[in-house]
Every structure is written in structure tokens, then in C-alpha cells.
């Protein structure tokens, strides 16, 4: 098994930073590619970002390309999501994934691990 825990959610204005972080544990040389997903209040989870392997090849929602970098350090076992210029609409529980697989899944049913999420907040 695999686990995957979230840290570095808060509450920031609108315009402002931050950095999730997502430490794995277990059996991770089990897993490859791994990503980030959000979901808001009343809504279905949905991607934001994945990263492969290696780190050289990476996928991004069209809503945070351009604002969010996704990168991660395989010696840590460490992922990360820095968000810049964040909106209102950034507001979500953010999650960690991760699968054993050369591709960059975008989706939810494409990953076999989840972490238990950090809130963000973005005001107005």
C-alpha cells in the first residue's frame, strides 16, 4: 500500500500563493505518475494537474495553466502544487493521487492511490 498525505492548504486573498505539499510512504516504489485533483462544495472532483516520473512530462487543467506548476522531488517521495495568482474559484479540498504507469492520467478512475485532502481557501 501506498500513503499520501497532504499539507500547506490555508486561507489567502485573492491574487495571493501557496504551495501544497504531498508526502508518500509505503510501497512507493509502486507508483509512478502522480497528480492533483480539487473539489469544491456541491461539485464532482476534478483534475488540475499530473506529473510522470521523471518530472518531464506534465498535464495541466486549462483553468491554472500559466498560474499552477506541479513538480516533484522522487528522493523526497515528495510532490508539490505551487498556485499563484489564485481566485475564489480556486476554493476546494485538494488532493494528492498517484499510479504505477509511464502515462499522465487526467482523470480520477486512473489512479489507484489517494491522499485525505487539504482545504483551500481563496477570498475575495
Known amino acids: 500500500q501506498v500513503q499520501l498525505v497532504e499539507s500547506g492548504g490555508g486561507l489567502v486573498q485573492a491574487g495571493g500563493s501557496l504551495r501544497l505539499s504531498c508526502a508518500a510512504s509505503?510501497?512507493?516504489?509502486?507508483?509512478?505518475?502522480m497528480g492533483w485533483f480539487r473539489q469544491a462544495p456541491g461539485k464532482g472532483r476534478e483534475f488540475v494537474a499530473a506529473?510522470?516520473?521523471?518530472?518531464?512530462?506534465?498535464d495541466y487543467a486549462d483553468s491554472v495553466k500559466g498560474r499552477f506548476t506541479i513538480s516533484r522531488d522522487n528522493a523526497k517521495n515528495a510532490l508539490y502544487l505551487q498556485m499563484n495568482s489564485l481566485k475564489p474559484e480556486d476554493t476546494a479540498v485538494y488532493y494528492c493521487?498517484?499510479?504505477?504507469?509511464?502515462?499522465?492520467?487526467?482523470?480520477?478512475?486512473?489512479?489507484?492511490?489517494w491522499g485525505q485532502g487539504t482545504q483551500v481557501t481563496v477570498s475575495s
Open positions: 493521487a498517484a499510479r504505477h504507469t509511464i502515462m499522465v492520467p487526467t482523470t480520477t478512475d486512473e489512479y489507484t492511490y
Open positions: 509505503g510501497r512507493t516504489f509502486s507508483i509512478s505518475a
Open positions: 506529473i510522470s516520473w521523471s518530472g518531464a512530462n506534465t
